[in-house]
């Protein structure tokens, strides 16, 4: 296995296709593009679109490559880990359709959303399960497999992903901003690199075999410029609590349901649960962002950079 640093990560992947090029970087606001990452379309489109707002999701059980030649035999939405990103805007009505393509039954239940759970389903094989609600709170919001008394394993087999429920009458100051979904996968790999499934052992003592952001070990770095405002929508589907840091910076605004925290060095976010965090990059150089309670998966590429060596100095914005 290949051992990666922060400088690493950074150096390996300056030039990898998929990074943002030099106008996309600078334009101050928009998503990152970048291989793993969500394209999102943001407020402004979200929230300008129609106020009924409509997602069809299939559960598919695949083989995905998580980088650094290990694959997992994971439960998915649409086949990806994490599922599709959701955007909705603050009092639009969503349908949700889950089409199950699996070979056990399955659900989804939104944390984002305020009804009762009985219509997270499950649902059989060949069936389609619809929930009809309404969105009230901003936020960033876990969503997963609502599968009964089997939910966590569920969960921990790769059914999950982020829901953003954006203000509808506060304007976002603009920024660059990504999705980062912290995971884990609960087993062992073979001779092949192959893990075969979740160990329902392992997932009950919540011992994972190692841990990720957004579904993958490795991560191009994501070019910016010293006074960028990064924006990153972060849900962490645990184990544990995700101790957000991101190395020579500090957190500008942490936006967790109401409370706005501002000027914090690290942010701890339950599993379960999400926070928007806003931060600067304050001058030429590199930046990680990181669990810093979990520093020992940053060998694994648990760690997303942030490259603004390339010397296009701006005065930050205030």
Same mark, same amino acid.
């Given at each position: 296995m290949r051992v990666l640093t922060v400088l690493g990560v950074v150096a390996l992947g300056a030039c990898a296709a998929g990074c943002a090029g030099p106008d996309e970087a600078t334009g101050g606001s928009g998503s $990152?593009?970048?291989? *793993?990452?969500?394209? &999102?379309?943001?407020?402004?489109?979200?929230?300008?679109?129609?106020?009924?707002?409509?997602?069809?999701?299939?559960?598919?059980?695949?083989?995905?490559?998580? *980088?650094?030649? &290990?694959? $997992? =035999?994971?439960?998915?939405?649409?086949?990806? +880990?994490?599922? #599709?990103?959701l955007e909705v805007c603050? *009092? !639009?009505?969503?349908?949700?359709?889950?089409? =199950?393509?699996?070979?056990?039954?399955?659900?989804? !239940?939104?944390?984002?959303? /305020?009804?009762?759970?009985?219509? $997270? %389903?499950?649902? #059989? #094989?060949?069936?389609?399960?619809?929930?009809?609600?309404?969105?009230?709170?901003?936020?960033?919001?876990?969503?997963?497999?609502?599968?009964?008394?089997?939910? !966590?394993?569920?969960?921990?087999? *790769? +059914?999950? %992903?982020?829901?953003?429920?954006?203000?509808?009458?506060?304007?976002? /100051?603009?920024?660059?901003?990504?999705?980062?979904?912290?995971?884990?996968? $609960?087993g062992t790999p073979d001779a092949s690199g192959l893990i075969p499934g979740t160990d329902p052992t392992r997932a009950q003592k919540n011992d994972p075999g190692v841990m990720m952001f957004n579904g993958r070990f490795e991560h191009p770095p994501l070019e910016v410029r010293p006074g960028d405002l990064v924006r990153a929508y972060v849900v962490n589907i645990g184990p544990g609590v995700a101790a957000l840091h991101v190395m020579g910076t500090i957190l500008d605004t942490v936006y967790d349901g109401a409370a706005r925290i501002r000027h914090v060095q690290t942010y701890g976010v339950a599993a379960g649960s999400g926070a928007v965090v806003e931060f600067r990059i304050p001058e030429a150089g590199t930046y990680g962002l990181v669990d810093h309670d979990r520093l020992a998966y940053v060998p694994w590429g648990m760690v997303i950079a942030f490259d603004a060596t390339g010397g296009h100095a701006r005065a930050p914005a205030h």
């Open positions: $990152f593009e970048a291989p *793993g990452l969500a394209a &999102l379309a943001g407020q402004a489109a979200t929230c300008a679109g129609p106020r009924e707002k409509t997602f069809a999701l299939e559960a598919r059980e695949v083989t995905l490559d998580l *980088g650094m030649g &290990l694959r $997992f =035999n994971a439960w998915t939405y649409d086949g990806v +880990l994490p599922g #599709p990103t603050e *009092g !639009d009505k969503v349908r949700i359709t889950v089409a =199950n393509h699996a070979s056990t039954s399955h659900g989804l !239940d939104s944390h984002a959303l /305020r009804t009762d759970m009985r219509r $997270f %389903g499950p649902v #059989p #094989p060949l069936e389609i399960l619809t929930i009809d609600a309404s969105v009230d709170t901003p936020g960033v919001y876990m969503y997963h497999c609502a599968s009964g008394p089997v939910t !966590d394993v569920h969960i921990k087999s *790769g +059914l999950y %992903g982020a829901m953003i429920v954006y203000p509808r009458d506060e304007i976002l /100051r603009p920024a660059r901003e990504l999705v980062v979904v912290q995971s884990a996968v $609960f």
